[in-house]
């Protein structure tokens, strides 16, 4: 039998069933896995906490850096979420602890102008975005997966969470966000992913 995104998608609908799962909570062409697949661009990179930094700048009032004692030191927020990827797996009920990406705009004070973000990651990976995404309660950049810090292989110490598209959107290595005030592509976006990476509406490219 031919592997096609409905064979996908019907795949991901009878797990639904099996498991008393809403069908709506499983975007076309998704399959369920209880696993945490690793896919990553390049290899990880180190992390020296005592050095390490993070930043919000660009198209704001008032840029900013923290370190890693500073930002854990903020208000924590955890979150259970489901998250996609483009490569078509979903894993449901995850949960997340870290700071709240809008309450770090706000911070910020982010320009009338800034309408974009573009993230970016050690490592030298981008990713890109409407700004108003990043407003959203279940946006955190986070640092603890399912009760324990995050390990390198899922993007340690920090990444960005961004569960309402795929999952390459959520950046792992997070280090600065970057507000823009017109859209600039990141890496996989400039490699043919699609702009917005609506998993629901199944926007995986451009072409």
């Known amino acids: 039998m031919k592997i096609t ?15 008393g799962i809403d069908p709506s909570r499983i975007p076309p ?6 696993k945490f697949p690793v896919l990553t661009y390049g290899r990880n990179p180190p992390v020296e906490l005592a050095s390490w930094s993070f930043s919000v700048d660009g198209q704001v009032e008032r840029p900013f850096a923290v370190g890693w004692d500073e930002l854990t030191a903020m208000e ?10 483009v490569t078509r797996w979903s894993k ?6 870290g700071v709240r990406a809008r309450g770090l705009l706000e ?19 981008t990713t890109n975005m409407p700004l108003e995404l990043l407003y959203d309660d279940d946006v955190l950049l986070a640092h603890t997966y399912e009760g324990q810090p995050l390990e390198p292989d899922h993007g340690a110490p920090l990444r960005l969470l961004v569960p309402k598209r795929y ?19 990141g890496f996989w976006e400039l490699n043919g992913y699609h702009n917005d990476g609506d998993p629901f509406a199944e926007q995986r490219h451009w072409f």
């Open 5 to 19: 995104s409905k064979v996908i998608a019907e795949r991901g609908r009878r797990q639904g069933r099996e498991l």
């Open 29 to 34: 062409g998704q399959y369920l896995t209880t």
């Open 76 to 85: 924590q927020v955890t979150t259970t979420v489901d998250i996609h990827c």
């Open 92 to 97: 449901l009920d995850t949960t997340w602890t």
């Open 107 to 125: 911070r910020a004070g982010v320009k009338p102008e800034g309408t974009f973000v573009l993230a970016h990651s050690d490592g030298g990976y």
């Open 167 to 185: 999952f390459w959107k959520s950046a792992k290595f997070l280090r600065r966000l970057e507000i823009l005030d017109e859209e600039k592509q």
